[in-house]
Each structure stands twice: as C-alpha cells, then as structure tokens.
C-alpha cells in the first residue's frame, strides 16, 4: 500500500513541481568522510550548489565502469546515438575526474571499485557559468601503479552507423600516460525532406514545394595524448595533445512545383554541401599548492586550423532546362584560437574564496567566393572575465555570493561591438530536513552572439530566398532566477521548481526584404527581449526500492516570448517531456526510452526536438559486455520546422531519417584494469572556440 501511494504523489507530482537547468562547475573535497561508507549503504547528500550521490556494494559489482554508474543518476542519462553521458534535461554537460576535464572514455577508464562518490553540480560557480549547464564531478580513492585498457564498437547491420573507441592508461610512481581514440561514422543514403515556402513579392503571391532525396553522412575521430605528473599537496602537471578530425558530406537530388500567381513550372535541382576540419589542439596545466589554506592554477589552451565548407545548388525548369538559380559557395575559414585562465582559492574557517581571470581570443581568416562575389576579411573575438565568490554555511543555511565582470569585443570588417557587463550571482539554500533541501538561485550574465550569427556569408536557399548573417549584432544580457524544491529517500530523488529567464537584446532570427539580391533574406537581429518561464520536473522513482525497476522522468510546462525589434510579441507555450525505463537484474541490464517531441521557439521559427523510442539490452561476462537493441521502433527519426504567423515568409519543413526506422544495433565492449591511476585535482578546464562554417 505504501508503494502504491508513493507512485500516486510521483505521477500527480510530475505535473506540478518543476525545476529549471543549471550550470556548475566542481569542488575537489576530501575523499575520506565517506570511504568507510561507501562500500554498505547508498545515499545521496543534497548542498546548495550540488548533489553529492555514494554507491553501494551491489552498484559497484554491477558496473563495468565509472560511466555505469553516472547511468543511474536520476538526472543523467545514456544517449544510445552517441554512446555518452547527457543529463536528461538537455544542455551542455561536463565531466571531471577529481577536478581534471575528462573524455567519455576516461569515464570509462575509472574501474567502480575506486568511485568514492559523484559530485553532480546543477548550479555553476562563477568560474564555470558560462560552459556548461551541468558539471559531473567523480571523485576517486589515492593512486597506485597500475593499467587499465579498453575498446568497444556497436554498428548497425542495415545502415552506415558505427560507433567504435579505444582507450589504455598507464601509471608509474608520480607519472600518467594516457591515449585515447574514438570512432562515429554516419553514411545514410535515405533521408527525405519536405519543404515549402509561401510568401507575396511585389504583389504577386509565390509557393515553392519541394520534395528532396539526401545521402548524407560524416565521419568523427578523435585522438588524445595524455602526459601527468602528481606530486601529492605540492604540484600537479599536465600536457595534452588532442586532436579532432571531422568531415561531412550530403548529396540531394529532387523536385519542386513552383507557382507565381496562377502560373505552375516542375522544376527539378540538386544540392549538395560539406566542410571538414583537422584541429590540433595543446591544453597545459599546472596547479601549486601554497602552505595548507592557498592553491594557485594556471591553464593555457591553443588550437590552429583550416576548416573547408562548400555549398553548390542548382534548380531549373524541368520541361526547358532554363536555370532558376545557381548556387555556389566556398569558405576556407583559417582559425586561431587561445584561452588563459589563472585561479586562486583560498579557505577560510567560514568558507572558501575562489577568484580569477580567463581570456579566450579567435582570430578567423575568412577566404570566401558565393553569391555576393569574392572576398578575404577576417574577424574576432575576445573575451575577458574577472570572478570572485565565496561559498559558506551558518546552521542550516548555505550560501555562494558571486560577482564577475565580463568584457566581450567582437572585431568584423563591418562592425566592432565592446561592452563591460557586472555579472552577479546569488544562490541561498535551506536544509528543510535530512533528504529535503529548498534553494533560490539568482544570476545575471552576457551571452555573445555565435560566428555564423555574425558571419558576413550569403547562400541561396530556395528561389527568391537566401540567408545572410549580421555582423552588427550585440550580445544578449541574461536574467535567470531559479526556485528548487528538492527530495529524495529510498523509493524517490527528484527535484521540483520554478524558473524564469529574462534575455534583453534577445538575439531573433527572421525574414527581411533582400535589398541587394531581391526577394527575402533570412538573417538575424537583436530583438528587445525574450522570456521564458514555467515549472520543471526531474527525478527518478525505484518502486522496489532498488535497480530491479527505475522510472525516470522530466516534465516541463514552459512558455516563451519574444518581442520583437519591430516590437511585434512572439508567443508559443510546451509541456517538455522526456521517459526512461531501466532495470538491472544480475549481469543483465536494459533500457527503454521515450519522448512526445514538441515545438520549440527559435528565433522565427518553431522547431520539434528529436523523437525518441529506443529500447537496449546488455549481458556482461566477466571483462566482456555485449549488448543488442533498437532505435526509433517502428518510426523514423524525424525533424519538423514552421514558421510564426509574423514572418514574411510562410515556411514548413519536415525531414525524416529513413535509413534510422527501426534501426537494430549490436555491440561489444573489453575492459580490464589492474592497479590503481593517477588522477589530479585539477581545478581549471578550458576549451576554445568550434569550428567556424557558415
């Protein structure tokens, strides 16, 4: 009867409480509070800023690695087309292996017997808040000497899908060595896509329906180099070499029934594009201890590369041959990329300070021929940012008060924007009881506009239609407040909230009048402002109280708002939804996911999120794991995209994956460890900017 009044308030609960995604970054604790725990009971440990989740003996057996058991937080999910770790809400997710950024696969090299705990960070430090939307923290027990090696592969048996990796790590005394590899290949020759335009220019009414044909794919690698050295409380080092190697291809062939006024043409073309890229990257690291209450740390990361993109488009009268449009863009686009950051951390019998100063710069060299002709200019951006905060605890109440200043400088050959932002953050948290936590978190920051929003390319995308960016734009100015409701014992662990976000100067991408080519162009503007708010529900329910059967959900009644340059007000309200069933029995294991996809609003459009229906199967013997299972049952991944009533130009389109229907997987996994690894507490984790390809 208990648990059946339990399941009652979690499904009732679902569609009143709610919480709102985060961002954080990572603490490295000491280990030795819970090691004595770890091994007899499960728990989980609720702070301002964080959840901190320990594992039982049966969890720590069952798990071929540290990666199984991030699987069975309630906020954390497999993503079966990656192979990954995501949280169930969506955004930006980091890991850390005791403070140091960490790959999938040294997730996986971290065997579960030496997981001492996971720190789960939904609400960033001032350091991290403009990464990540979740920080992943494993912390793991002291190093010895020892190896550990690995490779895995999954493939479908009907379609180009290959996900394939390879790791090995080898430690000696205060030394690390480290090399990994990693493997996705897509080559689909089904994909099909719907398009259609409706739009009045100069008073005569235009409809383009297109039907398109796509074989479309792309290949990722990735190969890392790892060398550290740890001396215990004096200093950490580490030099890695990584390198990112990606190409993608789609060739499209098909037909479109064009019709001005009340003339019809059958109209055929084709459209093909692709870009690849080679980024070679150096990440240095270098933490000191200073007596027993100061730690300094400096990170230098520096990347330089070509990337390639080209686009070629044709569309003709079909009985006549007569062109209706060429296109034909090439970009090499040479990029330079460095990020600088130096932190302290000081601690106090009241709490710890943390303060910094990052720098990241991207200098990109633009060779550019399309529709507007040639051109060679080159554009950058730099940003600054100065933070301090400090974190401490009186009674019951938690506390982390932030401030930070935040210089954004976007150099174009049109346009130069520079603007100092302060950038606070407040975050107060309650113990209601044991398992009961209530926290308010309030934070205001800039958010940069991306390079193809600010690129100065053109390419045609339909006739009568191009697409075009603006250099001229400014940076978006963040609100957010966030009010959490958080509970769990042996049956539940979720949390519940409400959130709203404000964003002034809200970057919206719409239709305008093309003055210098005709027809319409789609670019972007800095609209007034935008808003989104609504509640959140996240969690997982045991009905038996273990991992025989686990339902995990979340469920978000949301409404969003734009208002316009113009000042005309974009409204459109969701209920996000994301289900996943689990159950592990022994060596066997399997998982079903699901979704209901809805509309999201962006900028001048509205656009589903990808359907979900997929179901795995796992058996592990020994070092081995072989598993088996099937994405998109009975349907094909699919895409939809329409235009607001407000937009000049009325447009739809759908897109389905046909080579994804009912798609079957099989996969094998070896892991094998001995000994123990070096890990360091590194407390700075810096990326450079991605590819430009617009």
């Known amino acids: 009867m208990k648990k ?62 540290a990666k199984d058991l991030l699987r069975t937080l309630p906020e954390l999910q497999l993503d079966p087309i990656s192979n990954t770790i995501t949280s169930t809400k969506g955004g930006t997710t980091l890991f850390l292996i005791n403070g140091i950024e960490a790959t999938d696969m040294q997730i996986r090299s971290v065997a579960p017997s030496e997981v001492v705990k996971v720190e789960y960070y939904d609400i960033p430090p001032a350091r991290w808040a403009t990464r990540a939307d979740t920080v992943v923290n494993i912390l793991t027990r002291s190093t010895e000497t020892g190896y550990v090696f690995g490779a895995d592969v999954s493939t479908a048996l009907n379609t180009g899908f290959v996900n394939g990796s390879a790791y090995a ?47 479309f794919g792309y290949t990722f690698q990735n190969v890392a180099l790892r060398y550290t050295r740890l001396v215990p409380d004096d200093y950490a080092f580490q030099v890695k070499l990584n390198m990112d190697i990606f190409s993608r291809f789609s060739k499209g062939v098909g037909q479109s029934v064009f019709i001005e006024d009340q003339l019809k043409e059958e109209h055929a073309m084709f459209k093909n594009n692709g870009s690849d890229y080679v980024i070679p990257k150096l990440d240095l690291y270098y933490s000191k201890k200073i007596g027993e209450k100061d730690e300094l740390s400096i990170n230098l990361v520096g990347s330089h590369y070509t990337t390639n993109t080209s686009e070629t488009a044709s569309e003709w009268i079909t009985g006549s041959g007569l062109s209706v449009y060429d296109n034909d863009m090439v970009l090499k686009a040479k990029q330079t990329s460095l990020v600088g950051e130096l932190a302290h951390t000081h601690d106090f019998k009241a709490g710890k300070l943390s303060s910094g100063y990052r720098i990241s710069r991207s ?38 008060l932030g401030a930070g200043l935040t210089n954004i400088h976007n150099k174009s050959a049109e ?55 603006n250099p001229f734009l400014e940076s978006q100015q963040v609100f957010s407040n966030n009010l959490t409701y958080s509970f769990n014992n042996k049956y539940f662990d979720f949390n519940a909230g409400l959130f709203y976000r404000y964003t002034n100067r809200v970057i919206n991408q719409y239709y305008v009048q093309d003055d210098v080519l005709g027809g319409y162009a ?47 007000l974009i409204k459109n309200d969701y209920l996000g939804n994301y289900f996943s069933l689990s159950s592990e029995y022994k060596s066997f294991s399997l998982q079903y996911q699901f979704n209901i996809p809805v509309y999201n609003l962006n900028g ?65 996994s070896y892991d094998f ?19 430009a390809t617009f």
């Not at 080898?170 to 398009?195: A, I, M, P, Q």
């Not at 399309?370 to 080159?378: E, F, H, K």
């Not at 460890?673 to 590819?691: C, V």
Request: proline content about 3%.
């Open 4 to 65: 059946t009044i339990y399941t009652i308030f979690f499904l009732c609960g679902a569609f009143v409480f709610a919480q709102e995604k985060k961002n954080d970054t990572a603490d490295v604790a000491a280990t030795k509070e819970i090691q004595e725990v770890i091994l007899k009971s499960q728990r989980k440990k609720q702070f301002a800023d964080k959840a901190v989740y320990t594992f039982d003996k049966e969890a720590l057996e069952r798990a071929r690695y």
């Open 169 to 215: 790590n080898y430690t000696k005394g205060k030394n690390n060595f480290g090399l990994e590899y990693s493997l996705n290949v897509r080559d689909y020759d089904d994909r099909r896509v719907n398009s259609i335009y409706d739009y009045q220019l100069s008073g005569k009414h235009y409809r383009s329906d297109e039907n398109r044909k796509d074989h």
């Open 363 to 400: 200098s990109i060299s633009n060779d550019l021929n399309n529709l507007a002709g040639y051109s060679l200019y080159s554009v950058n951006y730099l940003e600054q940012y100065f933070y301090t905060e400090f974190a401490g605890k009186v009674d019951k109440f938690s506390y982390r």
């Open 415 to 469: 346009n130069t924007f520079d603007e100092w932002t302060f950038t606070p953050k407040v975050i107060l948290a309650y113990q209601i009881k044991n398992n009961q936590n209530l926290r308010f978190t309030a934070s205001y920051n800039p958010v940069s506009p991306w390079s193809n929003a600010l690129s100065s390319n053109v390419v045609q995308l339909a006739p009568n239609i191009v697409q075009r960016g």
């Open 522 to 568: 789609l670019t972007y503007e800095n609209g007034k402002n935008g808003q989104r708010y609504g509640v959140q529900l996240t969690g997982s329910y045991k009905p038996f109280g273990n991992s025989l059967l686990v339902i995990k959900a979340v469920i978000t009644p949301t409404s969003e708002t734009v208002r316009t340059s113009t000042g005309a």
């Open 604 to 668: 001048a459009f509205l656009n589903t999120n990808e359907n979900q229906n997929n179901i795995f199967i796992s058996y592990k013997h020994k070092n081995w794991t072989f598993s088996t299972g099937m994405y998109w049952i009975g349907m094909p991944s699919e895409y939809k995209t329409k235009s607001l009533p407000e937009s000049l130009v009325d447009y739809k389109v759908h897109t389905q994956i046909m080579n994804n229907k009912s798609m079957f997987v099989l996969g094998l």
């Open 673 to 691: 460890s001995k000994g123990k690894k070096t890990e360091i507490q590194r407390k700075l984790n810096n990326e450079t900017a991605p590819a």
